[in-house]
Each structure stands twice: as C-alpha cells, then as structure tokens.
C-alpha cells in the first residue's frame, strides 16, 4: 500500500505541469504578427500566381507561334532527306509537274536543313546523265526517230518532190489574162 | 506595439470591406485560441505563431464561404490543429532518463510542486510522458491543456460525444499519475 503523502505530491505535481504543459500564453502583439505575417504570405502567394499565369501565357504564345509558323511553312520543306525513297529520282511522267520538283534531289535540300546534316540516302543513288524523259516514245514515234536518223536533209528534198501532189501542181497551165480596153460612151455614162 | 497593430490592421490584407472586418475580428477575438491550440501540439512558440499565420490566411481564402462557417471559433481551432499536426516534428528533448533524474533530485531537496513543475526537466517529461499516451488519450488531453476549449468544442473537433471527451481525459491523466509516480519512486529508491 502506499501511503497518502506521495501520492498527494504526484498529484499536486501533476496538476502543476499540466497547468503549465498548455503553455503561459502567447507573447504580446500576436494580432499584430499575425496579421502582418498573413498579409505577407498573401502577397506572395499572389505574386506566385502571377508569375505561374505569366509563364502559362508565355507557353501558349509560343505554342501558338510554333503552330502558326509550322502551317505557313512550304509542304515542300517538311520533306526531309532521308525520308525520300530511292525511287524519287527515277523518271516521273511529268518533269514540269510539283510533284517532281519536289522529289528532285536539289530542291529536297530544304532550306532549314542543317548544314551538319549526313549525307541522304538519296545521294548514294547513281545520278543520271541525262534528264529523264518523260515518257518512253511511241512506236510511232519511234520509227519516225529512226527515218529521220538515217536520211539525210538532200535526200528528204528529193523525196518530197517526188511526191505525187507536187507532180501535178508543176502541169497546171495557166492561160495569159486578157482584158479589153474601156469603151468611151460606157465611159462618158460612167460619169 | 498597439500603435504599429493598429496600422497594420487598417492596413488589411483582405480585398473587400467586409472581408478586413471579419479577419481582423477573427484574430483579435480568436488569435488566443488559435495560438494555443498549436503550441499544446507543437510545444514552441516560433512554430506556434506560424501555424496561427497559416490557420487565418487559409481562414481568409475561405472568405467565400464564410457564410457556411456555422461556428467560426470551432473551425478556426480545427484548421490550427490540423495544421499543427502536419508541422509537427518528433520531439528532440532531454532523454527520459535524464529527465527523471533531474526531477527526483529536487525532489530530494526539498523542492515543492509548483516549483519542480515549474523547471525545464519536469516540461520535459511530461511531453515524454504526454508523448507516450495513445493518440486518442493524447489528442483530448492536449487540446484540454489550452483552457480555450470546452467539453463540447473538443468533442466536435475530434468528432466524439462530450461524454467521450471526459473519459479519455480521465483515463490519460490517470495513465500520466501511474507513470510519473512509476518514475520517481523509482529514482527515489535508489
């Protein structure tokens, strides 16, 4: 058992830090420390969210000028090297066309290229000599191309006086113009 | 002081009439409470007052609804509490044993009560021993020590009936006697 005394003085104790464990009060001018130190964390919480709305516009006028700069830009440039497929540079129908100007291995060097770039696949292709045609000839044409190679321009004349419209054109006689003098009484009745 | 406090309460930090009416009302009649509400949680002044800066700057972004703030002196010391809580650090004080030792020897010499409550190493262990209760004892308890809050308020901050509140701090006061008197009979036996 234990006896009343310490159990008394353990209560007193505490009683006593308990009452104190709460705290003795703030110090003086807490309204005021208060109060300032919220208007400060309210500036800045507002500048903070000024800059974060700034920033925000910024993004979105950028992103903006990006999407505006990239639909101006020509289709043309957005082709890159090496996107190119070998076959760009075989001949196409139409040499005048867009469509083979753009596939043309010079005009492919984009002007925003970068200088360092590598090499394009398309350079590792043979170039051709000659510009390519447009379409294979004709078999019609093809044998106009092969009479024309072999005879010469003397020869050409020949055979087309020999033609048989010629021939008839130089027979054609022509008889000497008459015309008869003015009689003076259809004259003087002229006047 | 009075003068400063005074100018920067005029100088409100609330955008509208009303809204520097109602903050500089709530600190003045409830900056008390707040104050202590986070002291009994965070035990120094510093972060106390900072937590009580925090506790009415949240109070003046809910300005909007201040109109469904039903008890704004049971809101306020909820906000304080809860952000006391989120600030609060795992306490970096005497060890306990240095603390009893201390406490039983002005025991020893005499001391009486109110000055052995009175010193650095009894506030010491009696965190220790505040600390050491279970949270739900520990809570009641201390929002009790504030002598702001009664019964009723600390039941509907911790969401408990009064009857509730009452008990537990019955049973974490009787929890604390065991112990201290644990602590020094034993130093007082050797």
Request: proline share 6%; with cysteine.
């Amino acid at each position: 058992m234990h006896d009343d005394k310490p159990d008394q003085f353990v209560d007193e104790l505490l009683d006593a830090a308990l009452k104190r464990y709460g705290g003795e009060g703030p110090r003086a001018g807490l309204e005021t420390r208060v109060l300032a130190g919220v208007r400060r964390r309210q500036g800045a919480a507002r500048r903070r969210r000024l800059v974060w709305a700034l920033a925000a516009c910024a993004g979105i006028l950028a992103a903006i000028v990006l999407v505006l700069h990239s639909a101006h830009a020509p289709s043309g440039q957005r082709v890159t090297r090496a996107s190119v497929p070998p076959q760009a540079v075989k001949p196409v129908p139409n040499p005048g066309s867009a469509d083979s100007r753009i596939r043309s291995p010079r005009l492919v060097q984009g002007h925003r290229e970068k200088p360092r770039t590598p090499k394009p696949v398309v350079r590792a292709t043979k170039r051709p000599e000659q510009f390519p045609t447009p379409m294979p000839p004709t078999e019609q044409e093809k044998l106009l191309l092969t009479y024309f190679a072999n005879t010469t321009k003397p020869d050409l004349l020949a055979e087309t006086n020999k033609a048989e419209g010629a021939a008839e054109i130089s027979n054609i006689k022509v008889a000497p113009l008459e015309i008869e003098p003015l009689d003076d009484s259809e004259s003087g009745q002229g006047k | 002081m009075v003068e400063a406090g005074q100018v920067i309460l005029s100088e409100s930090v609330a955008t509208t009439e009303g809204g520097r009416d109602e903050l500089e009302d709530a600190v003045r009649e409830d900056g008390r409470l707040v104050y202590k509400v986070a002291y009994s949680v965070l035990r120094n002044h510093h972060d106390a007052e900072d937590v009580a800066q925090e506790t009415f700057l949240r109070f003046l972004r809910q300005r909007r609804h201040w109109a469904e703030i039903r008890d704004r002196r049971a809101w306020l010391a909820k906000v304080a509490w809860r952000a006391a809580l989120d600030r609060k650090r795992s306490p970096a004080g005497v060890a306990l044993e240095d603390s009893a030792e201390a406490v039983s020897k002005l025991r020893a010499d005499g001391a009486g009560a109110d000055e052995i409550a009175a010193s650095r190493e009894m506030m010491s262990l009696v965190e220790r021993l505040v600390g050491s209760l279970p949270s739900e004892l520990r809570e009641a308890l201390t929002l009790s020590t504030t002598e702001e809050l009664t019964s009723a308020e600390i039941a509907q901050m911790l969401g408990i009936q009064e009857g509730a509140v009452r008990n537990r701090l019955f049973r974490a006061r009787e929890i604390l006697r065991q112990k201290l008197a644990a602590v020094l009979e034993t130093r007082h036996a050797r």
